[in-house]
């Protein structure tokens, strides 16, 4: 079965300071992998996924198929990126499996 | 483009009782997923419907039921409510499936049994 996990529930960063989200999945085939961001007042959206291997919002994360890992970065956090982050992936059937989430703010 | 929109936002039922959850996805997206979230965990799948067919179902008991209309809307059905039914039901559209296009997501409707 597919999971996903995501080890810290809470991170607190100084602004200015760079940024590392945690994701940790199994899955024996080849998932794919989103960040989901939730804004305070905030409908879930998507923030990035690793087949665009786009940046959104000076946001990255690189899928490492060695460590099942696909953390988030960010080399500098800024006040707005105070949020709920949501690490998930699919592998085909549509099905997104979520982690719990790391609930991240910066101290300005 | 309104998004997602879901309805109601806020609902009160007692136990035992039924409750239908609506949601209209973006505009040509074809494909209508249900979630539901407990407070402190991540969204969990309930279903998927792709041009009004199930393509997918989550580890949910038989309560749990859903459908698609022919415009792409769905209703989310749970019957004999139990107070852990209670939490945020979200929906999600897509316009060609998660891999490529990943979801959009509606604002969700809270559900409270009591």
């Known amino acids: 079965a597919q999971r996903v996990t995501q080890p810290e529930k809470l991170l607190s960063v100084f602004k200015g300071a760079p940024v590392e989200l945690k994701c940790n999945y199994s899955?024996?085939?080849?998932?794919?992998l989103f960040w989901y961001v939730q804004y305070s007042r905030q409908r879930l959206q998507l923030l990035l996924r690793?087949?665009s291997r786009e940046s959104i919002k000076g946001f990255t994360a690189d899928l490492n198929k060695g460590e099942t890992s696909f953390h988030l970065k960010k080399p500098f956090a800024q006040e707005e990126d105070s949020a709920m982050y949501y690490c998930?992936?699919?592998?085909?059937?549509?099905?997104?499996?979520f982690g719990t989430g790391t609930r991240l703010t910066i101290i300005p | 483009d309104a998004g997602v929109t879901q309805s109601p936002t806020h609902l009160i039922k007692t136990r035992g009782q039924h409750v239908t959850l609506r949601c209209s996805p973006i505009?040509?997206?074809?494909?209508v997923s249900w979630y539901q979230q407990v407070l402190g965990q991540g969204p969990q799948f309930i279903f998927q419907?792709?041009?009004?067919?199930?393509?997918g179902r989550g580890n949910f008991p038989d309560r749990f039921s859903a459908r698609q209309f022919p415009n792409y809307s769905s209703e989310l059905n749970v019957n004999a409510l139990l107070l852990g039914d209670s939490a945020l039901y979200l929906c999600?559209?897509?316009?060609?499936?998660?891999?490529?296009?990943?979801?959009?997501f509606g604002s969700g409707t809270r559900l409270t049994v009591v």
């Open positions: 999600a559209s897509s316009l060609g499936g998660a891999r490529l296009y990943g979801y959009t």
């Open positions: 899955y024996s085939g080849s998932p794919e």
């Open positions: 690793h087949i």
């Open positions: 998930a992936l699919t592998h085909g059937n549509e099905k997104l499996t």
């Open positions: 505009s040509g997206h074809k494909s």
């Open positions: 419907y792709y041009e009004k067919e199930e393509r």
